[in-house]
């Protein structure tokens, strides 16, 4: 019995289609594309420049922020919705700086996701040539914490192999060193429970268009710590983070808590989109959320390995130290996953080897992780896999 | 005769409301709440992950800048597209400051918009004591140019007073001692011609849903000049800037040309909406738009002044120093733009007494024109202006 088929109806999913990507784009929610037409005919169309004050434009933002928040065990006012995951990272590394002006490192490991890695040596390569970005394996981030380091940035699930850090225990350790923590939390919101609160994050960020199902290109979100968010200078001061936007002074003055974390102009229209498509989680459990992606990874994991012997499983074997993504490495991994596609079962290839595969319950029955698995097993098992037959290519996460 | 009859008819106007608040927010051209059911329902909805290939999302924010190229005078791939003006400001300004690393001053007037002054002393607050963002009155900008000047930071035509800087003249004195020309088109592109190339504009960055009617928050674009592009040393190194994204490297190496100018994931569905709504330029000559701009705005300024002898014209006197809008100052300014919009001409005010009309010949006729002159003059005219009638607020700009 699938525990969320009521939710699952709410989903517009592609009919004959096995969606595990889930991680990389979340599916339409039915209703959205009332909410684009509505902000379009009735806001945008009817009200005009009205519409700021007359729809409450003005306060998608954190509107938006206090959908999340819950998700992600943050208190209401402590999320602000805008820009990308990307700008998100910035505006979190930069005044993470700030907060340790006495310290040069920024410490990360190899499993990061890029956008990550590039934003803060992009960063730290105009602050000066005693800025570091240093990189260590995943496994060895605690012992490499010290004085030296500012800020720990992680992503929580690596995003190819579905290893999971241990939020609470990392930044507990990075606090002993007097290191702010800083989390990236792109494959986490939605996926399972996070508390970020309770783990006593300093920064957190992510994106809405993987387990949230904002869409494409949906805004990023960026959590800051209340006991840290009145000190915050920021780094991308724009005329939305001032105090008194209206006012047009030619002087900045952030605005109090969060609203300082805002830039520009909001994008209105890919905002309501993801206001709509958050009220999937209203009375949602995530804890039932994560028992069900474990009974469904786990589920995959079996009947893939029972079945065929040439996947090598890369994520971690006990779901403790996974997020809600299984992956697998296979020599012709591309060719292995077009050849899935082909068969309306959707995973994605990230290099150089690995096929990944999405566990997103609210809309993933049990019957459909077993079919997959077979048709999956099938193809590995049946093919022989000519490397000339296939060109490589990507498709975004 | 209004020349642009046939363009009007493409847009969808509130029946009853002469809207001279182009400037602010364009309103909706028909056809694009058609576009937003496509994406998501069609692309979004059917090939979920597989659309950034299949339906060529990835490439949105390229082609949505190859239509602007054209209407600021750019060369095709020289203007890309994406997050707010405010975060194109800062990539500018950066580049700017890397090209000249010897130079401490980045110099702006105090007509400049604020979120460009703001973003830019933000910027310039991490980089050191010694940098200084002068300000200067519009006037005084070539005589305050020197060889400390890293870069001129200024918005062609002032947000209150619609004041046009001469962009070739102060280019070209900018060059003169070494420093980079730097020009916000917010209130340029889709006004008038714009001449980046022939200006030998250096940076050029603006948003779209003012005169280019994009939507409210559409995205922001940048132009980088082809002799700059790739010495161009991007700030923020996102991940869709990299040469290579989905090779996932740890290490950034920016993309060829202006591709290192995009940060994160784009905004599908926004930029799909500006894409269709840039379709109605197609064939329009903005020669005479500015022609029939100019003539809106002077019947307006005549109809105005021989009806009322209140309020006083704050924007230049000749039209060849404004840009596409017409502002008066009036001491019950806020309380006179609430009466006009009341009787369906929106129009917007600016702190502190200063109602701005904007004049957008593709949707705007002669005879509207009038008729908010009159109705202006008659408000301004019959009323005694009881100042605690009215609470003052701000709209967007």
């Not at 992600?72 to 999320?79: K, T």
């Not at 007097?178 to 939605?190: E, I, M, Q, R």
Request: proline share 6%; with cysteine.
């Amino acid at each position: 019995m699938n525990p969320f088929a009521n939710i699952k109806a709410r989903f517009q999913l592609p009919s004959g289609m096995i969606y595990l990507d889930g991680n990389s784009l979340g599916p339409v929610i039915k209703g959205v594309e009332k909410t684009a037409a509505r902000v379009i005919e009735a806001e945008w169309g009817q009200k005009l420049i009205g519409a700021w004050n007359g729809a409450d434009w003005i306060n998608l933002p954190s509107r938006v922020g206090d959908q999340i928040a819950p998700l992600i065990g943050a208190q209401p006012g402590s999320v602000m919705v805008g820009d990308s995951l990307s700008i998100k990272v910035y505006q979190a590394v930069a005044a993470a700086l700030r907060q340790r002006p006495e310290r040069r490192v920024i410490l990360s490991d190899t499993g990061n996701f890029p956008t990550d890695l590039y934003i803060t040596s992009g960063l730290l390569s105009r602050l000066g040539n005693d800025y570091e970005l240093k990189l260590v394996a995943p496994a060895a981030i605690a012992d490499s914490l010290d004085e030296s380091v500012a800020a720990m940035l992680l992503t929580e699930v690596d995003y190819r192999t579905g290893r999971r850090h241990d939020m609470a225990e990392l930044t507990s350790r990075a606090h002993a060193v007097g290191a702010l923590a800083l989390w990236d939390l792109a494959h986490s919101a939605g996926a399972f429970p996070v508390q970020v609160s309770e783990s006593r994050v300093d920064f957190a960020f992510g994106c809405t268009y993987k387990y949230l199902n904002g869409g494409p290109g949906a805004p990023g979100f960026i959590y800051v710590s209340p006991d840290l968010i009145d000190e915050i200078d920021p780094a991308l001061c724009g005329w939305m983070g001032h105090e008194a936007p209206f006012e047009f002074s030619t002087a900045y003055r952030s605005a109090g808590g969060t609203g300082r974390m805002r830039v520009g102009t909001p994008p209105v229209i890919a905002m309501s989109i993801l206001e709509t498509a958050l009220e999937i989680w209203q009375g949602v459990n995530l804890e039932l959320v994560r028992e069900q992606s474990v009974l469904l990874s786990e589920a995959f994991i079996e009947r893939v390995e029972s079945e065929c012997s040439d996947l090598l499983l890369v994520s971690p074997r006990n779901p403790d130290q996974r997020g809600s993504q299984v992956s697998f490495s296979h020599p012709q991994g591309y060719a292995v996953m077009q050849a899935l596609i082909d068969q309306a079962v959707v995973g994605d290839f990230r290099e150089p080897d690995i096929i990944r595969f999405g566990f997103t319950p609210l809309y993933l029955d049990l019957e459909e992780v077993i079919q997959a698995a077979d048709i999956l097993a099938a193809i590995v098992n049946e093919n022989s896999w000519d490397q000339a037959r296939f060109k490589n290519r990507g498709l975004v996460t």
